[in-house]
């Protein structure tokens, strides 16, 4: 196929029986440029990744982004328009950078169960003229041909099986040699760009260094203690969206001073036994700043949790530590109109079976 391409994804991009690996295994060809992949988080992600050159000289950019969204939103711990402007955003990045994005859009194994968050990704999809795999139709086909149970097809609740995940490979590579063939027409387009920036807590806090690295990411942050307090500057007119954390070493309550007082239940446990997973954790309510900072600090007292944490725990894991990289701060807003293209046939943008 030979192609340059970028990825945005969650743990089914990241899985070596998923689907991304799949569809790289079966050509050696396909040069992945850029890659902004991590498991248990949500489509932050995009933002968090996707700065600076991330789509440039790159074809597609494969986004998949449902299925943690959709955990996500069943804990409360994040909301939909926090989903819907995260997605946008990604695409537009990358149409403003002349990367094509296809959206492949993944159901939990309770097919129904995901369909609202689905629906959702699938409309900013159609607004805005954008490819898209919805794959209930591939668990449709796979699972009348074989005579099976939708569940049946996949490794547990969030996860498709093996053999699913060569399938949806096998018709993403195929949705994307259409594409590359399909006619298109200019346009403009117009979009409020959130800016988005990674405050490095390494570079504004004196406390223990801690540096992991995994196939996926490397990690440079610091150790918070309880008992100490930690100014950060963030700068004016500036909001906390969600912060960089090793979940296997957050054991603590993380309280944010702010234009308020904001207490986030950081006391989680990583999904295998390991002394190192990333995690992008979500803050629903955001967090701006008092006169261009906020400050950090741990405390083990019972105090009311400002937003839910997925997989946090309430009275485990409270050994008064937490290590983080980054936080995701948002700025406000860039009104930029750029040139790009559309399909020339606009039913073309959703994969449908041959």
Known sequence: MSMSISILGQSNSILKAGFFQKFLDADDTITVKSA????????LLGPYFAQGDFFQGSEFCIVDPCVIDFSLLSANAIDYYDVLKWI????????????????????????????????????????NDWYYLDVRDI??????????????????????????????????????TKIRTAKTETCKRTFAFTAYERVSLREQIQSAPVDYSSRLIAFSGVRLARGER?????????????????????????????DRTFHKNLRLKPYHPTNFEARLIPICKPIRDHQGGVTLSLTNQDVRISDVTMHSFKEDNDEGFIEAADLVVERGYD???????????????RWMPD
């Open 335 to 349: 009104l930029i109109t750029y040139a790009a293209t559309r399909p020339a046939d606009p039913a073309s943008i």
């Open 139 to 176: 668990i449709a086909t796979v699972a009348k041909s074989r005579n099976v149970d939708a569940k049946e097809l996949y490794a547990d609740g969030s996860h498709p099986a093996e053999f699913l995940s060569g399938v949806i490979a096998t018709h993403l590579g195929n949705f994307l």
């Open 230 to 258: 930690y100014p950060i500057y963030i700068g004016s007119d500036a909001s906390i969206r969600g912060l960089m954390v090793n979940s296997a070493a957050c054991k603590s309550v993380l309280t944010i001073e702010g």
């Open 36 to 43: 902004g992949r991590i498991g248990a988080s949500p489509s």
């Open 88 to 127: 946008e955003w990604i695409g537009h990045s990358a149409k403003r950078a002349n990367c094509e994005p296809v959206f492949v859009c993944i159901p939990v194994s309770d097919i129904n169960a995901s369909r609202t968050v689905i629906s959702a990704c699938i409309s900013v999809c159609q607004k």
